[in-house]
């Protein structure tokens, strides 16, 4: 039958929760039987449930928004009367300690409204009210009128003097008290346990801040400052440091953190009975009150710490320390917070060590590519008629080496050959691959002569015939003589490379885009074409490879649009200065490699040959 398994009784229970009332909880104060009343911390009324109004003979109107001691003075009549003072008493810790407080019975005689005292007697509990940041916003004061509770026992007491009662009465009177002592001691144990939850779940919270933060550390340094900043205050603690084992060293470097201060370095024998040594060593450390230890604290004024070791997997990396100004429990709920902290930072330690350990060996491996590509990468000829300037930028990350190159040589017809290409890949391999087919091509473009086309089909071949199966871009352009008059004329061949960028004396702009031919490595008899455009004394050619124009989250052609809206205002500039002016505009942030090859035809009086 539909509805009659667990599924069914879920959804029959939530539809009757659904069709619950909304509870008022004014009203439900207002109408509940035992007397209440409500007060700021500095001791006024806020409010009192009619309960309390009846067992006091007073109204909301007489009684909200004046001090309670104005409302329920001492009886003159009494004047050695305590319960004032004790009432005092109770209220201001519970605000004080942020913790309820129950009173032993007391009398206080309440005033009645034609000005006489009648005598009362009251079982009070004090309890504070706490706002989301733990503050005390209001203390809630319960008072049950044991008056006549009081009356009943001193006539027992009375009959009991007079041999008048039985033993039944005085059991019962005794089981009372045993059992008002019984609750007595399990409304402190709760009080206990729930403020041990408090306290681990404020732990808890501040361990999850401290870690997400720990997680953007990069470095060692970086770890330890966060650490600093925030990891004392994420448990809680006053002090913190964080010792590390030195490779090939006796020592610990030791990092002092107390609240408030950056790290301060420091060396500690490894063999010390210091507490950040001896957890270094794998062993923990709790000292909950330091008058029960014989060593001295870690820092100064710490009355109680912890110390832990810092592992990764099998391996102690050190240990972490913290410490506190006052005795701190240190029970199993706070000792296992202290663990899944300490190994927390373990694994960020670890984590960064590795990181570090990565970065200097890809940046020995970037150096030494990059003397590799720079070996090779010549200095460009100096034809007469032509300025030209090159530049080779490598991209600002460590793990990166790329295969971008140029070339520019001189043949003896009087034409110069400009070239630019990128191998696929950003490693040592594609470093070594970019090296061998500069010069490959060289030499097969000094063997066939004038065509562009040619002479990288012929790279191409070369490359299937050394077995090279890596991708490649390429582009070859000839500067050779107009043949009359000025100018020269450009011829060039490109396999999958982005376009060559004119910019006229002007200051107009041209991307001389054509059908590019099939990248190097693809298909090697596959034809190539040439095509030819003439030069005007001033005008400018632009050579580069993709990551000059390249951005993640934008196209190819976003990218040579702004190539093209930087190079307008460049033809009035020396070659030097168009080539530094281009990566400063177009390529300000290094993210890739960049090749970039400038070359202008010079007017007759024009500029000097290399700006």
């Known amino acids: 039958m539909a509805g009659t398994g667990t599924g069914g009784r879920r959804a029959e229970r939530s539809r009757v929760i659904g069709e619950l009332p909304e509870p008022d909880y004014r009203r439900v104060f207002d109408a509940a039987p035992t007397p209440f009343l409500l007060l700021t911390p500095d001791l006024v009324i806020v409010h009192a449930n009619q309960a309390r109004l009846d067992a006091t003979a007073t109204t909301l109107e007489g009684t909200v928004g004046r001090h309670l001691f104005d409302v329920f003075p001492l009886n003159p009549e009494h004047p050695e009367g305590d319960g004032p003072g004790n009432l005092r008493a109770s209220l201001e810790r519970a605000r004080d300690t942020r913790r309820p407080h129950t009173m032993a019975i007391q009398q206080y005689d309440i005033r009645l409204p034609d000005g006489s005292y009648e005598e009362r007697f009251w079982s009070p509990r004090n309890v504070p009210v706490l706002d989301d940041d733990g503050e005390v916003v209001l203390l809630l004061h319960r008072a049950d009128d044991v008056t006549d509770y009081i009356r009943a026992r001193a006539g027992v007491e009375a009959a009991r003097a007079e041999g008048r009662l039985d033993d039944r009465a005085t059991r019962i009177a005794s089981d009372l008290l045993a059992r008002t002592r019984e ?18 779940a404020r732990s808890l919270a501040g361990l999850a801040r401290t870690v997400s933060a720990l997680a953007a550390a990069e470095t060692r340094a970086e770890l330890l400052h966060l650490l600093a900043d925030r990891g004392g205050p994420g448990v809680s603690a006053d002090f913190l440091a964080v010792a590390q084992h030195r490779p090939g ?19 500690l024998p490894a063999d010390s009975p210091s507490a950040p040594a001896v957890a270094a060593a794998g062993r923990t450390v709790l000292v909950p009150d330091a008058r029960c230890s014989t060593e001295p604290p870690p820092a100064p004024g710490l009355r109680a710490w912890a110390a832990l070791p810092l592992r990764a ?58 003397a590799l590509q720079r070996s090779m990468l010549t200095d460009p000829p100096r034809p007469e008629g032509l300025g030209i300037s090159v530049r080779y930028r490598p991209a600002a990350q460590e793990t990166r080496v790329g295969g971008d190159w140029y070339d520019a040589f001189d043949a003896p017809d009087g034409v110069t050959t400009l070239v630019v290409g990128d191998v696929t890949g950003h490693d040592r391999t594609a470093a070594a691959l970019m090296g061998q087919l500069r010069n490959v091509l060289r030499g097969i473009a000094h063997a066939l002569g004038p065509d562009p086309a040619q002479v990288l089909v012929a790279l191409d071949r070369a490359m299937a015939g050394f077995g090279i199966t890596t991708l490649a871009s390429a582009l070859l352009a000839r500067i050779e003589p107009a043949g009359h008059g000025e100018g020269r004329v450009l011829r060039w061949s490109n396999a999958g490379h982005p376009p060559p960028l004119l910019v006229e004396p002007d200051g107009a702009v041209e991307l001389l885009e054509r059908r590019p031919d099939l990248l190097l490595g693809v298909t090697p008899d596959a034809p190539r074409s040439a095509h030819e455009r003439p030069l005007t004394p001033g005008a400018t050619l632009v050579l580069y490879t993709d990551g000059l124009v390249e951005r993640r989250g934008s196209t190819l052609d976003d990218g040579l649009h702004r190539l093209a809206a930087a190079a307008g205002d460049l033809p009035g500039l020396p070659v030097d200065a168009v080539a530094e002016t281009l990566l400063e505009r177009v390529a300000p942030d290094f993210s890739d490699d960049v090749a970039l090859v400038v070359c202008r035809v010079l007017p007759r009086s024009g500029e000097p040959v290399r700006g």
Request: with cysteine; aromatic share 2%.
């Open 183 to 200: 609750l007595e001691q399990s409304n402190a144990e709760l009080r206990a346990l729930r403020e041990r939850e408090r306290r681990t």
């Open 249 to 267: 060293s006796t020592e610990l470097a030791v990092v002092d953190a107390p609240a408030g201060s950056g790290p301060a370095p420091r060396r």
């Open 313 to 370: 997997g099998d391996r102690v990396l050190g240990s972490l320390t913290v410490g506190w100004c006052l005795p701190q429990p240190l029970e199993d709920d706070d000792v296992r917070v202290l663990q899944a902290f300490a190994a927390q930072c373990g694994q960020a330690l670890d984590r960064v060590a590795r990181l570090e350990q990565e970065r200097r060996q890809a940046q020995a491996t970037r150096s030494l590519a990059e």
